[in-house]
């Protein structure tokens, strides 16, 4: 049976219904891979993968980046649920480090190596909220005005994951976890080329902070207004999650986030991160102006 592939409501994302991710053969691979790149975001419903699965259909599409220094930790939770089974407290970093993930980003641009995929299976989901969105940035670049589109061409900007936390109110020192290095922080163009469509995109988030040549405030300013043109209707999609559920976005032109819920319940997501290629998503760092000492702005993502 040939997979359903049906678009979403949305300049971004598909369906893919038909299909048993666990058991590939290479022409139904081939499908995917190509709605991948059409698409930048796929959900597949009602997958139910193991752990082995998971990391084995993340495979297909490159080397696992690896968030917890442990080679075997290929597919990790991402859950406010504890050891002991209670959940996390609003004063823990974990927790701070989640409600972190709810401002628009993409995976790992604030490592030399930015992320190429991510893909999340759902395991526990609370009883509303905890959606995850994605934000299409080929369709945002698109839509700008040609006066916007030239100011930006040629323009960087330094993304660290001390800053966007330190904007909301966590400060975090050198070395606390996978993240908070002290390599610098990578510079990366506003603008992205996909390698694989050529498609230009913006890559902003709120990893983004620092534009050179550019006074902080100027330069905050042109990334929030960037950020909040692009995160709207239709550019957006919202994931209602099943347990079982497999989301997957490209990182190199989209953005996502975790929508709050009641923390009091738990969630627990399976988490597989797929590396991205030195050509294309590697970048120099410089050091990092803020470190754990930012001071953040007003604005608060």
Sequence with gaps: ????????DATIGATITDIDLANLDADTWNIVEDAFHE?????????????????????????????RGNPADKAVQISNQKPDGSVLQPDEHRFKALRGNEGWHTDSSYMPLAAKASILSAQ??????????????????????????????????????????????HIVKTGAGYGYHDKGAPLRRLVNTHPATGRKSLFIGRHAYSIPGMEDGEAQELLDELLDFACQPPRTYFHDWRPGDVFMWDNRCALHA?????????????????AGEPESELAATGRDQRAAGFQPSTSNR
């Design 1 to 8: 049976m040939q997979p359903t592939i049906t678009p979403l």
């Design 39 to 67: 698409y930048a975001a796929l959900v597949f419903p009602a997958q139910n993968l193991t752990d082995e699965a998971q990391v084995a259909f993340a495979n297909r599409f490159g080397d696992i980046e690896i968030l």
């Design 124 to 169: 526990v989901v609370p009883s509303a909220g905890g959606e995850t969105a994605v934000a299409d940035m080929r369709a945002a670049y698109d839509d700008l005005d040609q006066g916007m589109k030239d100011r930006i061409e040629g323009l960087s900007a330094y993304h660290s994951l001390y800053q966007s936390q330190a904007k909301i109110g």
């Design 258 to 274: 975790a929508r709050p819920y009641d923390y009091s319940e738990t969630r627990i997501m399976r988490h597989t991160r797929i």
